[in-house]
């Protein structure tokens, strides 16, 4: 099936607010808070146009790897463009349940505003293949809205981390200035 470009209002609301807003102030802050030490080899799922990217690719030091993996053909490109700079990315397109990505080969999983718009009944299948491409101790950091009619409630999200075998380091909910609930969580693989 073709992945159609995305609404006009959602390429306005991703420049404006995502890629002159928030990438240059406020990702740069939460990867910081991840704690990586920049020699990982880091998998963004749903990377869309290399918004949270830039973060981790300046993150990483020479030794460090991101690998953006996103379905829609769109944003790899707008990525691409936006990030030509930074040497330490590789860009994969499609469907991470039948992309033939490594077992046990990244050290970190970045889950950023994205697993909400995963059908549900996939899920479990999306966070069991992330699962699998972590090495043994590696880690899930996960951040999703929690509001009923547009994001997961923490109880979801800590039973497919548990689902994919995944144990918790840490997990919960805060509320922003904006007055909006987002869920974080911190997972260890120990298979």
């Given at each position: 099936m073709e992945n159609p470009p995305p609404p006009l209002a959602r390429i306005i609301e991703e420049e404006l607010i995502d890629y002159r807003i928030r990438s240059r102030f406020y990702h740069p802050d939460y990867v910081k808070r991840?704690?990586?030490?920049?020699?990982?080899?880091v998998l963004e799922f749903g990377s869309g146009g290399g918004c949270l990217s830039r973060a981790l690719a300046r993150?990483?030091?020479?030794?460090?790897?991101?690998?953006?993996?996103?379905?829609?053909?769109?944003?790899?490109?707008?990525?691409?463009?936006?990030?030509?700079?930074?040497?330490?990315?590789?860009?994969?397109?499609?469907?991470?349940?039948?992309?033939?990505?490594?077992?046990?080969?990244?050290?970190?999983?970045?889950?950023?505003?994205?697993?909400?718009?995963?059908?549900?009944?996939a899920r479990i299948d999306v966070v069991s293949a992330l699962a699998k491409c972590l090495r043994p101790e590696g880690t899930v950091f996960i951040r999703e809205p929690a509001k009923p009619e547009h994001g997961m409630p923490l109880s979801e999200i800590r039973a497919l981390m548990q689902d994919a075998g995944l144990r918790e380091i840490h997990a919960g909910?805060?509320?922003?200035?904006?007055?909006?609930?987002?869920?974080?969580?911190?997972?260890?693989k120990s298979w």
């Amino acid at each position: 099936m073709e992945n159609p470009p995305p609404p006009l209002a959602r390429i306005i609301e991703e420049e404006l607010i995502d890629y002159r807003i928030r990438s240059r102030f406020y990702h740069p802050d939460y990867v910081k808070r991840l704690g990586l030490y920049g020699s990982e080899r880091v998998l963004e799922f749903g990377s869309g146009g290399g918004c949270l990217s830039r973060a981790l690719a300046r993150t990483l030091n020479p030794e460090g790897a991101l690998s953006c993996v996103e379905i829609s053909p769109y944003w790899v490109e707008k990525a691409k463009r936006r990030l030509k700079d930074c040497t330490n990315i590789e860009y994969l397109q499609g469907d991470i349940t039948r992309m033939p990505i490594p077992e046990n080969h990244f050290d970190a999983v970045i889950i950023h505003f994205v697993l909400h718009d995963v059908e549900p009944a996939a899920r479990i299948d999306v966070v069991s293949a992330l699962a699998k491409c972590l090495r043994p101790e590696g880690t899930v950091f996960i951040r999703e809205p929690a509001k009923p009619e547009h994001g997961m409630p923490l109880s979801e999200i800590r039973a497919l981390m548990q689902d994919a075998g995944l144990r918790e380091i840490h997990a919960g909910c805060t509320r922003s200035w904006r007055r909006t609930w987002t869920c974080e969580g911190m997972f260890k693989k120990s298979w």
